[in-house]
């Protein structure tokens, strides 16, 4: 027992060092405006922003990053576009050179949500003065601030040893600064060319790498480093947890999101703090049902800022084994295939594992003819599974989990003369077996996603083949069981 919780204290330790660190402070406001993209809108099109993106296709974007782009080479290139009128040719483009607001309208139907529709309408029409100060602030402001700039490259790096070209890809993204004086100004006057004279700074916002395999986790890095292309909305409710995202912004059963209270720091500065993550169990046109992780409560209260924040749904694990007079340790896989708005996750589970017995070192004759003047080891196990669990979230923190696995489990014999260099290691012994384990699992939060797991439970284990009757034998001789209890202590991360 002292080895398996030695083993399990260096396991806790190396989860502690791997928790992911804390990083920036992003301010998301509560809106998930569109985002009007010029360069590259397909980049985050094919990375999760199908429903904020609004490609302008008819602004061409006659820059490029260099093959080896730097964030230095980007802030130049941003001050170049700033010299040359590119942020002033983007507002051109939505709103026809300055004379028409028609595109402007669509843009704020489409923009406006399933509460907003009946309002904006209502001011599209026109309510006097006061309806159009309203109009410019709710509807067109947010659309005259919410533009980018997109620019990818993918270059060649080199070749692989059977020839095959390697290649790294990046993006960086811009941003057209419009204060909102400006927003209002451009509204005021188009129509009237002469007032339409203001200039807009194009500002570099991010560089990164990417591999189009993973838009999961372009998605994910995009919105930490540019919070305004963030899928977000509110915290509509806490029992049963609703959100203001459903299917009109892509949101899918199963996905991860974060849930932001806002704060200010000690110099005034607006940021969102993190306090809860969830995962979305029932989703409608404009809303969805979530489930709050383990670990993760938080104080939270409706109007609270919700951010999709991408992650795979599987999960890794390094679990110390235990049952009576055998130790080792295992791998596991844990996939979440499947959510109910209940709060049910249907689990995929898949492990490989390695054991022995406390005495490893006893030698052991077998009498039998194959195995007649052979001296073997105390039997090792090695073993590989599949399984399925069923887990629901309790008190906020606490992940239950019942299991069951159907492994395939070797028992090895070691001859000790193959050791000794001696000719013939067909002695062997390989004594097969299926074993069931079925179990409880206890999963709790140390910093998300690594959680502290316990699991406990009854295997029983069906053999077949004379080597199994060996290692039963021998296993029986030193009261070391691969049927009956278990425990397990580990981390899944």
């Not at 020839?163 to 890809?169: D, E, L, Y």
């Not at 004594?431 to 797991?453: M, T």
């Not at 295997?459 to 021998?474: E, H």
Request: glycine fraction near 10%; charged fraction near 25%; include cysteine.
């Amino acid at each position: 027992m002292k080895r398996i919780f030695r083993l399990a204290c260096l396991v806790i330790l190396m989860g502690i060092t791997i928790a992911p660190a804390r990083g920036e402070k992003p301010f998301y406001d509560s809106k998930s405006w569109i985002a009007n993209v010029a360069g590259d809108p397909d980049f985050l099109i094919n990375n999760g922003f199908q429903s904020k993106v609004n490609p302008i296709q008819n602004l061409s974007v006659p820059y490029s990053l260099s093959n080896a782009p730097t964030e230095k080479g980007c802030i130049t290139l941003a001050e170049t576009m700033t010299r040359e009128g590119m942020g002033r040719k983007f507002i051109d483009a939505l709103t026809n050179d300055g004379k028409s607001e028609e595109y402007l309208q669509k843009l704020a139907l489409w923009n406006a949500n399933k509460q907003d529709v009946e309002f904006a309408s209502e001011h599209l029409r026109g309510e006097g003065e006061e309806g159009i100060k309203t109009l410019i602030k709710d509807d067109f402001e947010p659309i005259l601030q919410q533009n980018y700039i997109v620019l990818t490259k993918t270059v060649q790096v080199g070749t692989t040893k059977d020839g095959k070209i390697k290649t790294k890809s990046y993006y960086a993204i811009f941003h057209v600064e419009v204060s909102k004086e400006d927003a209002y100004d451009i509204m005021m006057n188009i129509g009237d060319a002469k007032y339409y004279l203001l200039k807009f700074p194009v500002k570099f916002c991010y560089l990164g790498e990417y591999n189009p395999e993973e838009p999961e986790k372009t998605e994910a890095n995009i919105a930490k480093k540019v919070p305004g292309l963030a899928v977000r909305g509110v915290l509509l409710r806490r029992n049963p947890a609703r959100i203001s995202m459903g299917e009109d912004l892509g949101i899918n059963k199963g996905d991860l999101v974060s849930i932001y209270s806002q704060r200010v720091d000690k110099n005034g500065n607006p940021y969102s703090k993190r306090i809860s993550r969830a995962r979305v169990c029932g989703v409608w046109d404009n809303d969805a049902q979530v489930n709050f992780e383990a670990g993760t409560a938080g104080n939270r209260k409706n109007g609270d800022i919700v951010v999709r924040t991408p992650d795979s749904h599987f999960r890794w694990g390094v679990l110390a084994t235990y049952s009576p007079h055998v130790w080792g340790g295992k791998a596991l896989m844990d996939y979440k295939a499947g959510f109910t708005r209940s709060g049910i996750i249907h689990h995929i589970l898949m492990d490989l594992g390695f054991n022995m017995t406390d005495h490893p070192g006893n030698k052991y004759y077998v009498l039998t003819d194959k195995h007649f003047g052979y001296e073997y080891r105390s039997p090792l196990f090695f073993n590989y599974g599949l399984g399925y669990g069923i887990g629901k979230t309790f008190l906020g923190y606490l992940d239950v989990m019942p299991f069951f696995m159907l492994q395939y489990e070797a028992g090895v014999m070691m001859d000790v003369t193959t050791e000794t260099s001696t000719n013939d290691d067909a002695a062997t012994i390989l004594g097969s077996s299926v074993r069931i384990p079925i179990g409880l699992r206890l999963s709790f939060n140390i910093a998300y996603p690594v959680k502290l797991v316990v699991e406990g439970g009854y295997a029983a284990r069906f053999g077949f083949g004379d080597d199994y009757k060996i290692v039963k034998q021998t296993c029986d001789l030193m009261k070391a069981k691969r049927d009956g209890v278990f425990v397990n202590l580990g981390l899944i991360f």
